[in-house]
């Protein structure tokens, strides 16, 4: 069954950064998008960044030039490089796969709070 378990969350000062980690099996990785979501309490989980297989990244607005997402294939592991943290990075960070016909997979998640 596909598998998506995050890591690498935690508490940082503003400013500061975390590495997460999103390892995946049951899939042949290489073959899709995958996805970094968060969900702060209160509010709707949103797109944070995504990379296609092509290795073609895309984020929302408020982390470009913060947030980098890049894949290595060969360990089947996507990874979100977040600098500069804001308090209003706090939140949730979701790890998320999209297939065809067997529908959408999220891990469990991984908090990550930005305080002082």
Known sequence: QVQLV???GGLVQPGGSLR??????GINFSRYTMGWYRQAPGK????VASITRAGTTDYENSVKGRFTISRDNAKNTVILQMNSLKFEDTAVYYCNVQITLLGNFWGQGTQVTVSS
């Open 6 to 8: 995050e890591s690498g």
């Open 20 to 25: 997460l980690s999103c390892a995946a099996s």
């Open 44 to 47: 709707q989980r949103e797109l």
